[in-house]
């Protein structure tokens, strides 16, 4: 659930590997420096372009070039060095949304912004670097995606859902080339220890968000020597993604290990509690919302529910509703609640319309080769079958999601020998800061402190927030939480918290 498109219902991720991780440190080392030659590319911002090797174990073989973008420090004479920044994922491009985030104040203030370069980039296999294409043509791409079936909400849809998913994985083996098995974060995080040569830090200053914390997690145990300042930000359990806890990785969906379904839960819980707290501001706030939920999903699973000429099912409806990621969007989640509740009773036409980003990117195929290069996951379709089922129990709603989100990496078929799976302690040159909500759907705060616990060097810092990460929960208060550490590397006060700046329904 790192920032996967859940309304399609293929936010999935992984395959196994051999447990190896051969392009040591030493021949990295060994590997040129690559040579940027920033050029403007609008607002401000500066863009490049850095050719690494495609196989580290053949640093001179074959190159893939990386797409890198910049905001230059505002006090260029107080200037502290480049903070890379990884948005999550895997699959998005860092290119876009630093363009689109990268002056939000409640994620890089003023005072920060003043003293470091932020650069992102589009790693390996994503965007406009050397990109993972399992279609011939953006017609091909968006029609087999218009055509993925929902995520099942009962047994009844597991078969499509399984053979689309598969069908997306043999797509990408025919057709994808080399980079399918070079795409691996271990490979990303040798990227990251050239960039940050590139730009003359003597020690790498980080930002990761959601899976960004992987890849944090990976440089930190590669290189732990070449850190300066390192913040995690949704925090994932990197041992649990990678081979599971006590080896469960081969006989337990990836999410389902980490409990991302409890995760969902408790956060829909303060969705419902808010919404009622927020009155009139909630469009769904009226009467007792989680009885017009109970309500709402049990009608939807005896027919279709049409509105304003959509068909929504009641796979669609608990899509939707799970997707509280950014807490800025709720409203638009109560809006859409209310709107299929206050739905006269009607006949299904056509079969559910799912709401989803336009596939105009690689970011499935590349989540998925990269989600499925580090991670043990079951391939017996079986074992996802039987975990829906006792999930769906356990969890109601939202224990199917953290079982079928996974799909197409049973059927995955490239590897990445050079994947990375351990150790995560470590001892780094800096201690790590680790963000998390409280409330976080997509990496739940237990695991967060998992994955920092495994860590040799890392503090927890929690938001008193609802949604996932900083990025997504504006917060002045956590912002120079982070902001302090970078600057300086002073750790707040030990059990300290902080609040959001404001509630998702104060309009």
Same mark, same amino acid.
């Given at each position: 659930m790192r920032g996967v498109v859940v309304a399609l219902g293929v936010s999935m991720a992984v395959s196994a590997g051999p447990a190896v991780a051969?392009?040591?440190?030493?021949?990295?080392?060994?590997?040129?420096?690559?040579?940027l030659s920033w050029t403007g590319c609008e607002d401000g911002f500066q863009c490049a372009t850095a050719s690494v090797p495609l196989d580290y174990d053949?640093?001179?073989?074959?190159?893939?070039?990386?797409?890198?973008?910049?905001?230059?420090?505002?006090?260029?004479a107080h200037r502290i060095g480049s903070l890379f920044v990884n948005f999550g994922g895997p699959?998005?491009?860092?290119?876009?949304?630093?363009?689109?985030?990268?002056?939000?104040?409640?994620?890089?203030?003023?005072?920060?912004?003043a003293r470091f370069d932020l650069v992102s980039w589009?790693?390996?296999?994503?965007?406009?670097?050397?990109?993972?294409?399992c279609f011939d043509s953006q017609a091909e791409q968006e029609s087999f995606f218009g055509s993925f079936p929902e995520m099942p909400g009962?047994?009844?849809?597991?078969?499509? +859902?399984?053979?689309?998913?598969?069908?997306?994985?043999?797509?990408?083996?025919?057709?994808?080339?080399p980079i399918l098995e070079h795409v691996s974060t271990a490979n990303t995080a040798r990227d990251l220890e050239l960039l940050r040569r590139a730009v003359g830090d003597p020690k790498l200053n980080y930002h990761g968000i959601s899976y960004g914390t992987q890849l944090g997690a990976t440089y930190a145990n590669?290189?732990?020597?070449?850190?300066?300042?390192?913040?995690?930000?949704?925090?994932?359990? +990197?041992?649990?993604?990678?081979?599971?806890?006590?080896?469960?990785?081969?006989?337990?969906?990836?999410?389902t290990r980490q409990d991302v379904a409890t995760g969902i839960a408790q956060t829909f819980e303060q969705f419902l509690r808010l919404c009622t707290e927020a009155g009139p501001k909630c469009a769904f706030s009226s009467g007792d919302p989680k009885a017009k939920w109970a309500a709402l999903t049990a009608r939807a699973k005896q027919a279709p529910i049409v509105s304003n000429g959509e068909t929504w099912t009641y796979s669609g409806i608990i899509n939707a509703a799970a997707d509280l990621s950014d807490s800025r969007g709720w409203p638009d989640i109560a809006a859409l609640l209310q709107r299929l509740y206050d739905a006269p009773?009607?006949?299904?036409?056509?079969?559910?319309?799912?709401?989803?980003?336009?596939?105009?990117?690689?970011?499935?195929?590349?989540?998925n080769a990269i989600q499925c290069s580090d991670s043990d996951v079951p391939t017996d379709p079986a074992v996802y079958s039987r975990y829906a089922e006792s999930e769906d129990q356990r969890v109601p709603y939202f224990g199917r999601i953290a079982v079928l989100d996974m799909m197409s990496c049973a059927y995955w078929q490239a590897r990445d020998t050079d994947r990375y799976t351990g150790p995560w302690n470590r001892p780094t040159s800096a201690e790590i800061l680790v963000l998390n909500n409280h409330y976080d759907p997509s990496t739940p705060l237990p695991g967060a402190r998992d994955g920092a616990a495994e860590l040799a060097r890392a503090?927890?810092?929690?938001?008193?927030?609802?949604?996932?990460?900083?990025?997504?929960?504006?917060s002045t208060c956590t912002e120079k939480v982070k902001r302090d550490y970078l600057i300086s590397g002073t750790f707040p006060a030990a059990g300290q918290t902080c609040g959001i700046d404001a509630s998702p329904f104060a309009g």
């Open positions: 051969s392009a040591a440190p030493m021949s990295v080392d060994k590997v040129p420096t690559p040579q053949r640093p001179s073989g074959a190159k893939i070039d990386l797409a890198l973008i910049k905001l230059p420090a505002t006090d260029p699959g998005a491009s860092g290119l876009q949304r630093l363009r689109e985030r990268g002056k939000w104040p409640w994620l890089f203030s003023d005072e920060l912004r589009d790693p390996r296999g994503i965007g406009h670097s050397t990109a993972v294409r009962d047994p009844s849809g597991n078969a499509a +859902f399984y053979a689309k998913s598969k069908e997306l994985a043999d797509r990408c083996s025919a057709k994808a080339g590669l290189f732990p020597n070449r850190i300066r300042a390192m913040v995690f930000d949704g925090t994932m359990d +990197f041992a649990g993604n990678a081979t599971g806890q006590n080896g469960n990785g081969k006989s337990v969906p990836l999410d009773a009607a006949p299904a036409l056509r079969s559910a319309a799912v709401k989803g980003e336009q596939y105009t990117s690689n970011r499935t195929e590349a989540f503090r927890v810092f929690v938001t008193e927030g609802y949604g996932h990460s900083s990025m997504y929960v504006p």
